[in-house]
């Protein structure tokens, strides 16, 4: 057979598959019931079908209290008192959650049980146990720095996601890369809050250096009147030393550890990335 289908002497039959189906095609409705999946037969039998469509299905025969006994789990002890082994039904609980806005540890602090705060005789009770002002303030006001799900706009975002590029006439254009790297012989940066090494990308500007966790503390608790207030954060800019691609083993010569197509590619996917993280 193989000789005969390579001299070209032998065709095979046409299979009797068309369109992936071998199934009786109707064109006219036979029966009410058998009307064929096409615009004529939907319309002849539409009468036929009369709980054909939400809430036209009779649904009694699985819902009704028959129904429940029949399919309820019974013991094989018998029917008297203490022989069912069935558990009991679970009662109802209320737990007292916070909302989805307020989960952000950083800015609320946790909520004390209801008998902590009857218990506490230094606490005075609020009214109505609610000590939220009558009038808005936006200076005090935390909740808007944290919207709740369901609350973004963005459409109305006024962030541009495009990447930041360095034009030049007659040259290339370069994608401005997100983090500042710095190539230093020997790293000597330390946290002026905790006093630490940074391990990895940090934030520094013209006077000091702070690791990830001290930002982020201090960035959530920044107001007009602490010590690093929202607009001295806002001059920090997120730098790394050049370990990663770089050797200097202790000298000014840098001894390449990654290819220029590879740093290229690595900065191109950072400050790609940097502009919805």
């Given at each position: 057979m193989e000789v005969l289908i390579s001299l070209g002497l032998y065709k095979p039959p046409d299979p009797r598959l068309v369109f992936g189906s071998v199934q009786d095609r109707p064109l006219?409705?036979?029966?009410?019931?058998?009307?064929?999946?096409?615009?004529?037969?939907?319309?002849?039998?539409?009468?036929?079908?009369?709980?054909?469509?939400?809430?036209r299905y009779k649904i009694?025969?699985?819902?009704?209290?028959?129904?429940?006994?029949?399919?309820?789990?019974?013991?094989?002890?018998?029917v008297m008192f203490g022989a069912s082994t069935e558990?009991?039904?679970?009662?109802?609980?209320s737990?007292?959650?916070?909302?989805?806005?307020?989960?952000?540890?950083?800015?609320?602090?946790?909520?004390?049980?209801?008998a902590q705060r009857r218990t506490d005789p230094d606490r005075a009770q609020p009214p109505f146990d609610q000590t939220a002002d009558r009038f808005y303030d936006s200076r005090h006001a935390q909740a808007s720095r944290t919207p709740g799900p369901g609350t973004y706009r963005p459409e109305q975002c006024k962030i541009r996601k495009e990447l930041r590029r360095?034009?030049?006439?007659?040259?290339?254009?370069?994608v401005l890369p997100s983090i500042r790297v710095k190539c230093v012989a020997v790293q000597e940066d330390m946290c002026n809050v905790c006093e630490r090494k940074p391990c990895g990308d940090y934030y520094e500007n013209?006077?000091?250096?702070?690791?990830?966790?001290?930002?982020?503390?201090?960035?959530?608790?920044?107001?007009?009147y602490t010590a690093y207030s929202r607009q001295y954060m806002e001059t920090f800019e997120k730098v790394r030393d050049c370990s990663d691609i770089h050797q200097h083993n202790g000298t000014d010569a840098a001894l390449k550890l990654k290819s220029d197509r590879e740093i290229r590619d690595l900065q191109?996917?950072?400050a790609y990335m940097s502009l919805y993280f």
């Open positions: 006219l409705p036979t029966l009410p019931s058998a009307a064929p999946p096409t615009r004529l037969g939907a319309s002849l039998s539409r009468d036929c079908r009369p709980r054909l469509g939400p809430g009694e025969d699985f819902t009704g209290f028959v129904y429940q006994l029949d399919r309820r789990t019974r013991s094989k002890r018998g558990p009991r039904p679970p009662k109802d609980r737990e007292r959650v916070p909302s989805p806005g307020r989960h952000q540890a950083d800015l609320n602090t946790p909520w004390p049980s209801l360095s034009y030049s006439f007659g040259g290339k254009t370069e013209i006077k000091e250096q702070l690791c990830r966790e001290c930002y982020q503390r201090l960035i959530h608790k920044a107001t007009a191109n996917k950072e």
